[in-house]
């Protein structure tokens, strides 16, 4: 969530790079830049930019627009970040659109301020609940509507895109949509903020991520502003030890942090169960869309730290609820929004031996636009154009995940991963460590000022070495093994408390022998990792145990009494080579990423420093408990 806001100098920063006439001086002598209000069916005002190309402005022509002249069609942002420059004297400095490839292309660009935002009137509500009166559809139909009448020169096509929070934007456009709207890409939505986005995973809070965004983004406004006050500043120089110092999360409401100003972030932490608050900002359930529906392409990357559950989950509910639905998926070696970078080939120490975020550009996204706006050249692009991050290549795929395709299970047992079970190690056996609160798992080896962004492929030896961290991993493979979709957890566990987190990791151990270019650039305060023995950090993702049985209604583990707790890690398409091994790290703290469970039975608003202790927890490996993980294989 915190990227939400870091994405736009991104943005920026990749539109002065990817063109060098991308400045204010470019788009005064391109654009005509319109500023309007544009009122809602309820009549609130939405504050929006509008940038014409000058061969089809209403300047033009002193007697008017030109009747003959070329008619471009829309291409729409909506965002709760700032149109950016405000008034009509005040032209965007790089752009106009967002990327110099379709600034070049010529298209009317608008973006606006959403409903409680910024220079928008009305009121803000966290990931709108779609229905009522107004929503993001209608705000959405309202404002399609208002500029195929108001601004000349059309060719009664729009188009909308967005990334991150501007994604759910783009999502919340596809139910009953303006039938001018063609074509949408979500890009790193957010969609089920409660499930896998933003402020929970599997009901776990993101505490690092959430604590440091909201402390702008969540600042209370009096009515429109160009300018947001931050509610408060906090610089730790090692988030681990400045997390653990504040104890629970109650008190980031101390009087010199949130202090109670905060409305959605007292809201996160109030709505601790996936109640009516959470379900109604979910909005997979409304993405349906008529056969002759926009043509949608839905954007995400495997090392997003934020909105990769969005991605995959947003287009699979368009392909649940309308399977004739023109749906495409695209998902590529880049962390949040990165394909908007000017050149992405390399990430850490990875390297992927081509400009991945170019190739994204040139070959899907513009070409998705110019064909469904403009009826330019083709779209020939398959269902699903996924980058297979163990070959470093692009593979292309009829249906996501594949099908058919074959499941396989590898099953613990004392230190191994086994593609079967194994009746004579395993019989009556189970690993155990102890989980202290004091002493949680860090998400990412060394100190850190704030998120290290590489964690998603982090090398996982500084956690092997935990008494805490139970590993557990396959001989060398003699093939390559490709996974690709969702990977199932089961867990057969025990606890002397009466709640506990569970996080599994998914890693490809490299051999001792094997060797990597590194890249020539590391990023600052990040570790360079030696290839030789890497353990590499594929997948991972953390359950909250008291939600095992239900999200709605949470109960707790009887000590020491054996559970079971299932859940899904998030999809990949990854290919273990020949000669890597297959390793899995189960923990019960990854901090502080996710806030620390106490490990007793109370509510995390309730939570005192008392509440947390430590516990011993058993993870169960025999023929009647059979703990593994699960994943299509080629």
């Known amino acids: 969530m915190m990227l939400r806001l870091l994405l736009l100098p991104i943005l920026v920063a990749a539109n002065v790079a990817l063109g060098q006439a991308t400045d204010s001086l470019f788009v005064r002598q391109n654009y005509t830049k319109l500023d309007r209000a544009i009122s809602m069916r309820d009549g609130v005002k939405l504050y929006t930019t509008i940038y014409i190309p000058i061969d089809a402005s209403p300047t033009n022509r002193s007697d008017g627009p030109r009747s003959d002249g070329p008619k471009y069609p ?11 420059e405000y008034g009509e004297q005040t032209y965007a400095k790089s752009g106009p659109g967002p990327s110099a490839d379709l600034s070049r292309e010529k298209y009317i660009f608008v973006t606006q301020d959403v409903r409680g935002r910024f220079m928008s009137e009305g009121n803000f509500e966290e990931m709108t609940p779609h229905g009522g009166k107004t929503n993001e559809s209608t705000d959405t139909f309202d404002t399609i509507e208002w500029l195929l009448r108001n601004v000349p020169n059309h060719n009664g096509r729009v188009g909308l895109m967005g990334v991150s929070y501007p994604g759910f934007y783009a999502s919340a456009a596809l139910p009953n949509a303006h039938p001018a709207l063609k074509a949408v890409s979500p890009q790193a939505p957010v969609t089920d903020e409660f499930m896998g986005d933003d402020a929970r995973h599997n009901g776990a809070f993101f505490l690092l991520d ?55 972030w007292n809201e996160y932490v109030e709505h601790d169960t996936y109640d009516a608050y959470w379900q109604a900002r979910n909005i997979r359930p409304h993405l349906k869309t008529a056969p ?13 730290a934020e909105d990769l559950f969005g ?37 850490g120490p990875l390297q992927f031996g081509q400009n991945t975020a170019k190739f994204y550009r040139d070959s899907l996204e513009n070409t998705f636009f110019a064909y469904y706006l403009k009826d ?25 995940p594949p099908n058919p395709a074959q499941k396989q299970t590898y099953f613990f047992s004392p230190g191994e991963l086994t593609p079967a079970p194994n009746p004579a190690k395993t019989r009556g056996t189970f690993s155990e460590y102890v989980s202290d609160p004091a002493r949680p798992v860090p998400y990412t080896d060394g100190i850190m000022a704030r998120r290290n962004n590489q964690y998603m492929i982090e090398d996982q030896r500084f956690a092997s070495r935990r008494p805490d961290v139970l590993t557990f991993q396959t001989e060398p493979l003699t093939t390559d093994l490709t996974i690709s979709g969702p990977i199932d957890a089961r867990l057969f566990v025990s606890t002397t408390g009466t709640d506990a987190d569970f996080i599994v990791k998914v890693i490809d151990v490299l051999p001792d022998t094997e060797q990597t270019q590194m890249p020539a650039k590391a990023q600052p305060g990040v570790r360079s990792v030696p290839a030789a023995g890497y353990q590499r950090l594929v997948r991972a993702e953390v359950m909250r145990g008291r939600f095992r049985n239900s999200f709605e209604k949470p109960e707790p583990f009887k000590p020491g009494e054996v559970a079971e707790v299932r859940y ?55 023929a009647q408990r059979p703990s593994g993980i699960s994943f299509q294989v080629d």
Request: proline share 7%; charged share 20%.
């Open 74 to 84: 829309f291409l729409m942002e909506r965002t709760p970040y700032s149109v950016g």
């Open 210 to 264: 959430n604590f440091s965004f909201m402390s702008y983004f969540d600042a209370p406004r009096p009515g429109p502003v160009k300018e947001y006050p931050q509610l408060f500043s906090a610089r730790p120089k090692d988030v681990y030890q400045f997390f653990l110092d504040l104890g629970p999360v109650k008190n980031a409401n101390g009087p010199k942090l949130y202090n109670n100003r905060g409305k959605i």
């Open 292 to 304: 002759n529906g926009p043509a949608t392409l839905v954007v995400g990357g495997w090392f997003d």
């Open 311 to 347: 991605a995959l989950r947003t287009y699979e509910a368009i392909e649940k609820q309308s399977p004739g639905a023109n749906n495409r998926l695209v998902m590529g070696p880049w962390t949040h929004g990165a394909w908007a970078r000017a050149d992405w080939s390399e990430f």
């Open 376 to 400: 330019k050249g083709s779209f020939g692009a398959a269902e699903a154009t996924l980058f297979n991050t163990g070959t470093n290549a692009w593979q292309t795929f009829a249906a996501w």
């Open 568 to 622: 899904q890690l998030p999809d990949v398409l990854h290919t273990f080579r020949k000669g890597h091994r297959l390793m899995v790290q189960v923990q019960s703290s990854w901090f502080p990423i996710v806030d620390r469970n106490p490990q007793t039975y109370v509510r995390m608003k309730d939570a005192t420093e008392a509440d947390f202790k430590k516990a011993t927890i058993r993870l169960y490996h025999d």
